[in-house]
C-alpha cells in the first residue's frame, strides 16, 4: 500500500510536471490546431502557390482567346527628311539637289471575319483548360491537407508516447529508490538493485529515443507548414470525443462512386481530355478559307506643297495647240510669294480612305496543316487514355483505403486486447515484486512487454484516426 501510494503520487507529480510544461508552452509559444496547421500549409506551400500561378497565367489566356475575335487597331506615323535626289511627295516627280520634310500617317484595322470556326473553337478551349487548372490547385490542396493531417496525428502520437514513458520512467525510479534501501538495509542483494538500476536506465533511453521522434515528428509538421521551427511552438490534442473508429457501413465501391463525381483529378483529366476533342477540331480549322476584312486611313505632309500669298498675277500660258496647229492659252495664276502649305489643310487634302475583303485558301503549306491534325489526334487519344488511368488510379487509392482502415480496426482491437493484458500482468507483476515474490528478471519481462503493448496501441489508435480521416475525405467530410 505504502509503494503504491508513493507510485501514485509520483505520477501526480509527473502529470502537474507535464501540465506546467504545457502551459509554459502556450505561454512562450504558438498552438496550433489541425485547422491552423492545415490553412497555414495551404497559405506557404510553395507547389500550390505555383499551381495558383499557373491558373492566373490560364485566366489571362482565357481572356486574351475573347479578345482575339476583336478587331486590332494600329496607328503609324512617319518623319522624314530627304536631301538631294528625290520624289517629289505632291507632283511625284524627281528632283535633284533638294532638301525636304514629309511626315506619312496611317491607322489600319482587320478583322478575321471566318478562319474555320478556330478563334471560337479557342476560346472554348482555354475554358477548359483554366477549368481542369482549377482542379489541379483543389488537388494539390487535397493532397497537402492529407499529409498536413498525417504529421499532425505523428506528432500527437509521439507525444503520448513520450507522456507515457515519462510516467513509466518516475514508476521505475520509485522502484530503484526502493531497492536502494532494501539493499542498504541487507534486506535484498546488489543484483537485484542493478538489474532494476539497469532497467531503468533502458527506460530513460526509451525516453530519449522517444523524445527525438517526437522532435522529428514537429519538425516534418512546421516543413509541411513552411515556418520556422521552434521548439516553444505546440499542436493542440483533439477533444478524445472527436475520435470516430465506427465501422464503415459503406463498401469500397460505393464509396468509388460517391467520391468520382467530386475528385479533382478526375474531373481535371475529363476537362482536358474535352480540350484534346476541341484542340482536334481547331486542328481541322486548318484547312478552312479564311475571310479577312481590312481598312485604313492615311495621310501626309511635306514642306514641297506651297501656295502663293500675296496678289495674284494673272497671265496667259501656252498650253499646247488644237488639232489646226492653232496655239491653245490657259490663265495661269502667280504670286509674288509663297508658303509651305499647311499641316491641316494638307491633312485633310491628302485624306485617303481604303476597306478590302482578303480571301485566303490553304491549299499546301509544307504538309503542315495534315501535320497539326495528327497530332492533335493522337493527343486525344493520350487524353482519353489518360482519363481512364486517373480513374483506375482513384479507384486503387479508395479501395486501399477502404481495405487500410479495416486493417488498422482490426489492429487497434487487437492491440487493446494486448494492452489490457499487459496492464493487468504488470499490475500484479508490481504487487508480486514489491512483496518479494516474483524476481527482478521476470518483473522486467513483463513490464517491458507491457511498454511494447503500450506503443503498439498507441501506433494502431492513431494509425486507425489517419485512415479513418482517409476514408472520410473520400466520403467529402472535412479533416478538421
Not at 505504502?2 to 509559444?29: E, M, N, P, R, W
Not at 483548360?129 to 496525428?153: C, H, P, R, Y
Not at 542483494?189 to 523524445?211: D, H, M, P, T
Not at 504670286?335 to 482578303?358: A, H, M, W
Amino acid at each position: 500500500m505504502k509503494t503504491s501510494s508513493i507510485v501514485l503520487g509520483c505520477k501526480l507529480t509527473v502529470f502537474t510536471l507535464i501540465f506546467s510544461l504545457q502551459i509554459h508552452a502556450q505561454v512562450q509559444g504558438q498552438v496550433y490546431t489541425l485547422q491552423q496547421c492545415v490553412d497555414i500549409a495551404l497559405k506557404n506551400n510553395i507547389n500550390v502557390k505555383q499551381r495558383e500561378l499557373n491558373l492566373n497565367t490560364a485566366q489571362a489566356d482565357r481572356f486574351q482567346s475573347k479578345m482575339a475575335a476583336l478587331p486590332n487597331l494600329n496607328a503609324q506615323v512617319n518623319n522624314n527628311y530627304n536631301t538631294g535626289f528625290a520624289i517629289n511627295p505632291i507632283t511625284n516627280s524627281t528632283q535633284r539637289d533638294v532638301t525636304f520634310r514629309s511626315n506619312n500617317f496611317s491607322l489600319n484595322s482587320s478583322v478575321t471575319l471566318f478562319n474555320g470556326f478556330q478563334t471560337t473553337n479557342n476560346i472554348r478551349l482555354q475554358q477548359k483548360t483554366t477549368k481542369s487548372i482549377e482542379f489541379d490547385v483543389a488537388a494539390a490542396k487535397n493532397t497537402l491537407g492529407l499529409q498536413v493531417a498525417n504529421a499532425f496525428m505523428q506528432v500527437l502520437l509521439n507525444k503520448e508516447i513520450v507522456e507515457a514513458r515519462v510516467l513509466q520512467s518516475a514508476a521505475t525510479k520509485e522502484q530503484l529508490y526502493r531497492q536502494q534501501k532494501l539493499y542498504d538495509l541487507g534486506a535484498s542483494s546488489r543484483l537485484k538493485f542493478l538489474q532494476v538500476k539497469s532497467q531503468y536506465a533502458n527506460e530513460g533511453s526509451q525516453l530519449v529515443q522517444a523524445q527525438t521522434l517526437l522532435d522529428q515528428a514537429y519538425l516534418t509538421l512546421w516543413q509541411l507548414m513552411n515556418i520556422e521551427p521552434d521548439t516553444a511552438n505546440k499542436v493542440v490534442k483533439p477533444d478524445s470525443s472527436q475520435f470516430t473508429f465506427d465501422k464503415e457501413s459503406r463498401t469500397a465501391a460505393q464509396i468509388y462512386e460517391e467520391f468520382l463525381s467530386r475528385s479533382p483529378e478526375v474531373k481535371a483529366a475529363k476537362v482536358r481530355a474535352e480540350s484534346a476533342r476541341i484542340a482536334y477540331t481547331m486542328a481541322l480549322g486548318g484547312r478552312s478559307p479564311r475571310i479577312l476584312m481590312s481598312g485604313g486611313l492615311n495621310s501626309f505632309y511635306s514642306t514641297q506643297s506651297t501656295r502663293g500669298v500675296g496678289s495674284p498675277n494673272t497671265s496667259l500660258t501656252q498650253i499646247g495647240v488644237d488639232s489646226f496647229g492653232v496655239p491653245v492659252y490657259a490663265p495661269f495664276i502667280r504670286y509674288s510669294e509663297t508658303e509651305v502649305t499647311p499641316f491641316s489643310d494638307q491633312f485633310d487634302r491628302n485624306l485617303g480612305k481604303s476597306i478590302g475583303f482578303t480571301l485566303s485558301l490553304p491549299l499546301f503549306n509544307a504538309w503542315q496543316v495534315n501535320t497539326n491534325i495528327q497530332k492533335q489526334r493522337i493527343n486525344q487519344m493520350s487524353a482519353d487514355l489518360n482519363k481512364k488511368q486517373t480513374e483506375l488510379d482513384v479507384y486503387k487509392n479508395v479501395n486501399q483505403a477502404y481495405l487500410d482502415f479495416q486493417s488498422a480496426q482490426k489492429r487497434y482491437a487487437a492491440s487493446n486486447d494486448n494492452f489490457d493484458a499487459n496492464k493487468e500482468s504488470l499490475s500484479l507483476a508490481e504487487t508480486q515484486f514489491t512483496l518479494g515474490a516474483l524476481n527482478t528478471t521476470d518483473y522486467i519481462t513483463v513490464k517491458n512487454q507491457y511498454l511494447q503493448a503500450e506503443t503498439s496501441l498507441l501506433q494502431a489508435k492513431y494509425e486507425l484516426l489517419f485512415r479513418r480521416k482517409v476514408l472520410d475525405f473520400y466520403l467529402g467530410k472535412p479533416l478538421y
